[in-house]
């Protein structure tokens, strides 16, 4: 069994790992290639461009990266439609995957994507481009395949491998592992695993941090960083603007790292669904270009950016979205969480029927769905 796909960031990876795992239990000789990312090919994916390459985040860089991405894209299309594996996955970046989804479906190979674009919540014309490059859509979140249902898109909800995967540890055995004090408060910034978010968001977190810093003595911060690059940057940022024994900076474990927390200050995106998970009360943050986010104003269809105000009964995450994303804004918001037991207990209660929601074993679900449509033909 041969099997196409594309990752284009850190979350993609972690799925495709464990997808790839799951085939393997069920046809041990099955091969993968196309883009992966380190855990992808430590599972045996064969990768022939390096992930980041296409990892872009809206339009931030893309005029600059467009005439490589493109190219990328016809070399994959260009070898897949060669070698015809019997079926292409394609693992979110859908403004990549989808176009190169719709030129494989029409040269007969069988295509699936994983992780739903938010189609639902902005954009919603690209259904129909969905609904002509996809032959089966795999969900991470209930809501989501209930919306392919309605606009005729075969679909299944597989849950979300983070839920499978969430460890339950209380936060001083986290702050044990991660070496964090003891004593006083800890808070999370997580500014992004792209390199576009970061540079947005991280200027703010830091700037955050040190007014935090100027009126509480008993704050520690932990910084989670998502690649060796990602980490220079705010190693840099960090070690301009806050005392060396208030920060704590680690290579990966942002699950840890939540855990760890009192509060996160974190980018929309997969932190703040893991925080969800974890329980973690949090403040989000939207930044992209003014380009991307005329667009975003322009197609939006919901009023809420982070996915846990999605599944919540109400919003009760704060959100602060492109000019509200100050540094005083979200210093204000953190600090509300840290001084207000009861805001933060309402919230860490609320958080913790989202887990039972979508751990459903989303690893075993998605394979049986790849190897059927591999062994089927589509």
């Not at 041969?2 to 085939?23: H, Q």
């Not at 938010?118 to 089966?136: F, L, P, S």
Request: proline residues 5%; glycine residues 8%; contains cysteine.
């Amino acid at each position: 069994m041969n099997i196409a796909l594309v990752a284009g960031e850190t979350s993609g990876d972690m799925l495709g790992a464990g997808l790839i795992r799951e085939i393997l239990e069920r046809v041990p000789d099955a091969r993968f290639e196309g883009i992966a990312g380190p855990r992808m090919i430590a599972q045996g994916a064969r990768t022939l461009y390096a992930m980041e390459s296409i990892s872009i985040m809206g339009l931030d860089g893309l005029f600059d990266s467009l005439r490589h991405i493109l190219s990328i894209r016809r070399g994959l299309c260009d070898r897949f439609t060669s070698e015809r594996p019997d079926v292409f996955v394609g693992i979110d970046v859908p403004d990549f995957n989808l176009g190169l989804e719709l030129k494989l479906r029409r040269a007969g190979i069988p295509t699936i994507h994983y992780v739903s674009p938010t189609v639902w919540a902005w954009r919603r014309y690209r259904i129909h481009k969905i609904r002509r490059a996809v032959g089966h859509m795999m969900t991470l979140f209930p809501f989501e395949a209930d919306f392919y249902r309605r606009h005729g898109v075969p679909v299944t909800f597989v849950g979300h491998p983070l839920a499978d995967r969430v460890e339950a540890l209380p936060a001083d055995q986290a702050r044990d592992r991660l070496a964090l004090p003891g004593e006083g408060r800890v808070v999370a910034l997580l500014p992004g695993s792209r390199r576009s978010e970061v540079a947005l968001l991280a200027g703010p977190f830091v700037e955050a941090a040190q007014q935090l810093l100027a009126s509480r003595d008993d704050l520690h911060f932990v910084v989670p960083c998502a690649s060796a690059a990602i980490r220079d940057r705010l190693e840099r940022l960090t070690t301009d603007s806050l005392p060396a024994a208030r920060v704590t900076l680690v290579d990966g474990n942002a699950q840890l790292a939540l855990r760890a927390a009192d509060v996160a200050l974190l980018a929309s995106g997969t932190a703040a669904l893991e925080a969800a998970l974890t329980c973690t009360p949090m403040v989000v943050a939207y930044r992209v270009s003014a380009t991307s986010y005329l667009m975003v104003r322009m197609f939006s269809t919901v009023k809420h950016y982070s996915m846990p105000n999605h599944l919540l009964d109400e919003p009760l995450v704060p959100e602060f979205i492109q000019a509200d994303a100050t540094s005083s804004k979200l210093a204000a918001a953190v600090a509300g969480f840290l001084d207000d037991d009861a805001r933060r207990t309402r919230l860490v209660q609320s958080l913790a029927g989202i887990r039972g929601q979508l751990a459903v074993g989303a690893d075993a679900r998605a394979a049986d769905i790849v190897v059927d449509v591999a062994r089927s033909g589509g």
